[in-house]
């Protein structure tokens, strides 16, 4: 069981059968562990077995959970294995509202638990429950229970730092998933570490990038051979320059390569990482196109509708004649909302107006990171 209760710090899908031990050894009818906010009264996780819990009888507890009586016993006594008829009796829980409208309708007569950390507004906790045809907990629960504390704690802390550490990875994928480029995380002989959701799609289309052997290459075995060069040189010396490579896809669109070596030596939670471990390659993808929509280019460059419309047709490649023709403007009309184009971004040409627009945040697109992964 102890085995089990470190397996499930790190997958929760364990907790089921440390609970279901737990329950055996204690003599218990359903036992629960989760986490609990006393600040906004919800629970970050509660995993039960014995019981089934709906969302509404959920959302009804934590309506009520200032007024259980046995959640102010365990709050001030962290660390202590106790059962609920030490700090109260038969009348002080039947008389309370909580347990008439939620412990006694899902038989929960007698509680045995413990509070697995020491906070002002949240507690982590350990239950085991009886019903009203058993016995209460006594003594002999309690001394098992407190031999499960050190390790139940213990588990809590690990369970807590490694779902952080998986809402940050989570989170830098969205992020990553939202750079309209495929992002491909690499080691030095070009191994396939991680990549955003483009790159995956990259790859899982076997042109013009995929993944061989595990390892990232082109459809074209020259540029494949470069990109292994360009790894090796921005990985091996010192303050290296990315290199940029370009190879034409299936249907002759150019895809362009960008090659960055990430070279911060980093002291991580759980590893050390070395400057020349890891490179990025950033990718585009020939096959899609993503133009900034004109709303996003308005608010980000203080632009009227009509400005912003031209420039995003702009941004997508057309000239200021054909932008003015598909908007409905007149040549002159197209030009002088150019001109204002270029006073609010600070620019004087064309070309310094796109490379503005290519730098900003609009190119992010935020609908790839809530799209589902493949």
């Known amino acids: 069981m102890i085995d089990g209760i470190y397996e ?15 329950a055996d050894l204690l003599g218990a009818e359903s036992s629960q562990i989760g986490h609990l906010s006393l600040a906004d009264q919800t629970f970050s996780f509660l995993i039960t077995y014995g019981q089934t819990y709906s969302e509404e009888r959920i959302r009804q507890y934590q309506s009520m959970m200032g007024e259980d009586p046995r959640l102010a016993a365990l709050s001030r006594l962290p660390f202590r294995a106790m059962h609920c008829r030490m700090v109260l009796s038969d009348e002080e829980l039947h008389g309370s509202q909580l347990y008439q409208d939620v412990l006694a309708p899902d038989g929960i007569e007698y509680t045995l638990g413990v509070n697995l950390v020491e906070e002002e507004k949240s507690t982590s906790f350990f239950t085991a429950h009886r019903d009203i045809h058993q016995p209460p907990f006594g003594p002999e629960e309690c001394a098992l229970l407190q031999d499960l504390v050190p390790h ?11 779902a952080e550490m998986d809402l940050m990875q989570s989170a830098t994928r969205q992020a990553l998933d939202q750079v309209p480029l495929g992002v491909f995380i690499v080691r030095p002989d070009g191994h396939y570490v991680i990549g955003n959701r483009m790159a ?10 995929l993944i061989s052997n595990g390892k990232v290459a082109t459809t074209s075995t020259e540029v494949t051979r470069r990109l292994r060069m360009a790894l090796t040189r921005v990985m091996s010396e010192p303050d290296a320059a990315p290199e940029a490579l370009h190879l034409a896809s299936a249907d002759g669109q150019p895809c362009r390569l960008l090659v960055a070596p990430l070279s911060e030596s980093v002291t991580g939670r759980t590893f050390v990482r070395h400057a020349g471990d890891l490179a990025v390659i950033y990718v585009n993808n020939p096959a899609r196109s993503f133009d900034p929509p004109w709303e996003r280019l308005q608010h980000m460059f203080g632009l009227f509708p009509s400005e912003a419309k031209l420039l995003a047709r702009l941004a997508a490649g057309q000239t200021v004649a054909e932008a003015g023709a598909a908007l409905g403007l007149t040549a002159a009309s197209a030009r002088q909302y150019l001109k204002n184009v270029f006073s609010k971004t600070g620019t004087h040409s064309q070309s310094e107006l796109l490379q503005v627009v290519m730098q900003s945040p609009a190119w992010m ?6 799209a589902k992964r493949e």
């Open 152 to 162: 139940l704690r213990r588990a809590i802390r690990l369970y807590h730092g490694f």
């Open 365 to 370: 697109d935020p609908g790839a990171a809530i």
């Open 8 to 22: 499930a710090a790190g997958n929760a899908s364990r907790w089921q059968g440390v609970l279901e031990q737990a």
């Open 200 to 209: 995956e799609q990259l790859a899982a289309a076997g042109s013009p990038m």
